[in-house]
């Protein structure tokens, strides 16, 4: 195990920079949080199309299970490995805790190119693994989601493959999944739309802010088109959007109409007319938001040089470097964490958990509405806790998160 990969890393030095920001009796406590709780990998061997096997390494871990069930997304992706797992399994421990959610962390993934896979083999392999960690998920154990390069469509094979296994169909074993098998409504724009509640949230704290209402996004997968759609509704302008194939820049605002039509007619952001070469200029665009919603470690110091932002929404797990942490300060730059910033996702998985459970449908405008309630109840906390603590919103997010996690820890005590 590489225990100095760069993303856990950056989880442990956040640990101990908050050390002195949780109340003093459990702060000896916050070593047991760079532990994880449970770790699992397995091979995943895939029949391909062609006839031959080939394997994949998956991982599911549980980062901490102190508050509840464990809870969070499942990556497929080339990159992914032990290490990234257990850092996102342990963001989403803070980020449960820091909502209020009765939730542990956890995490999943597989080191797959998706797009390189036929759906006959992205199945298999999606079943495959849904047996090799069917020992530690289940409703009151550890409940998966889609993440990057996942969607409704693996949630779907994997209660089905779960279900088959246990006789019966049971669908708290996922969130995220299609609504005829017990999905949320308003779960597929949930994150996204909880970006546009906590920036909105900031806005009213500082409307100093955003003189302009521009904004920029990087990433436009589930998470950024969602929060893009949002910001628009609501009178912003979208100047600049990066996906993996391109960038597009226009300062009169980006016609998103004409973009979801191009995307649904097999384009991608790369080959939109107005998209441009010059991928880095995106970091220095004029835009008053800033919003990365693709992968983590995106914003290098390089890049923090650039920024003219002056609101930083991190839509993405762990977008920002380390070490691009205090140029980003020094410029001023009200960041909203992650663990805050998207925790919309996550809140509304737990609608979906809670409905299936009283096998309940709630309606939409229900849905957005306690989430609303949810994320504002949630930045002010954070916000009061920031001025109290005085530390800016990303120590505040994880101190207040982690003093819960440990008060839980302390009250259930050690065992045996
Ligand atoms: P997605 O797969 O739907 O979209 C990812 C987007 O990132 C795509 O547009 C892709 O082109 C882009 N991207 C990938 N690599 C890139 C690169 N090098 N440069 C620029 N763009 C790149 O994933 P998603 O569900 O939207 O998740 C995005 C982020 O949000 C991830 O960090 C994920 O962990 C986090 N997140 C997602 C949810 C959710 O509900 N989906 C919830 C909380 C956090």
């Not at 002195?20 to 061997?45: G, H, T």
């Not at 080191?111 to 047996?131: C, F, Q």
């Not at 997010?397 to 065992?415: D, E, K």
């Amino acid at each position: 195990m590489q225990n100095n990969h760069p993303f856990w890393q950056s989880y442990l030095n956040l640990l101990d920079s908050v050390k002195e920001l949780i109340p003093q009796d459990l702060q000896k406590s916050l070593e047991s949080l760079k532990y994880c709780r449970r770790a699992l990998s397995v091979d995943i061997p895939v029949r391909m199309d062609n006839g031959t096997v080939q394997h994949f390494a998956g991982y599911r871990v549980q980062h901490s299970l102190s508050r509840g069930p464990g809870k969070g997304g499942i990556r497929y992706h080339p990159d992914v490995c032990l290490e990234e797992v257990m850092a996102l399994s342990a963001l989403m421990t803070i980020k449960c805790a820091t909502v209020a959610l009765p939730f542990g962390g956890a995490k999943g993934g597989v080191a797959v190119n998706p797009y390189k896979l036929s759906v006959g083999e992205l199945e298999r392999l999606t079943r495959r693994y849904t047996s090799e960690i069917a020992g530690i998920i289940g409703p009151e154990k550890d409940i998966p989601a889609p993440d990057v390069g996942t969607s409704q469509r693996e949630m779907a094979w994997i209660l089905d493959t779960y279900s088959t296994n246990h006789g019966y169909t049971v669908p708290g074993v996922v969130t995220g999944k299609p609504i005829e098998l017990g999905g949320s409504l308003g779960r597929k724009d949930a994150t996204g739309l909880g970006v546009y509640f906590v920036a909105r949230e900031a806005l009213k704290k500082e409307p100093s802010l955003s003189p302009n209402k521009t904004v920029a996004i990087q990433g436009y997968g589930n998470v950024g088109s969602s929060a893009a759609r949002e910001f628009v509704k609501n009178g912003f302008k979208i100047i600049a959007i990066q996906d993996h194939t391109g960038t597009i820049i226009n300062d009169k605002g980006i016609d998103l109409i004409a973009l979801d039509n191009h995307i649904q007619l097999g384009g991608c952001v790369g080959s939109f007319k107005e998209s441009i070469k010059d991928n880095e200029s995106f970091w220095e665009v004029n835009a008053d938001i800033m919003i990365p919603a693709a992968l983590e470690l995106q914003i290098t110091p390089a890049r923090a040089r650039k920024l003219k932002c002056k609101l930083l929404v991190e839509g993405a797990n762990g977008p920002t470097c380390p070490e691009s942490e205090p140029i980003v300060n020094s410029k001023n730059i009200i960041v909203i964490p992650d663990v805050l910033a998207n925790a919309g996702g996550v809140i509304v998985s737990y609608f979906e958990w809670v409905q299936n459970f009283n096998r309940d449908i709630w309606n939409e405008q229900n849905i957005h509405q306690r989430l609303d309630e949810f994320l504002s109840k949630s930045f002010a906390e954070v916000w009061n806790w920031s001025k109290e603590k005085k530390c800016n919103l990303r120590l505040a997010a994880v101190s207040l998160g982690a003093t819960r996690v440990l008060h839980a820890h302390h009250t259930r005590g050690l065992y045996p």
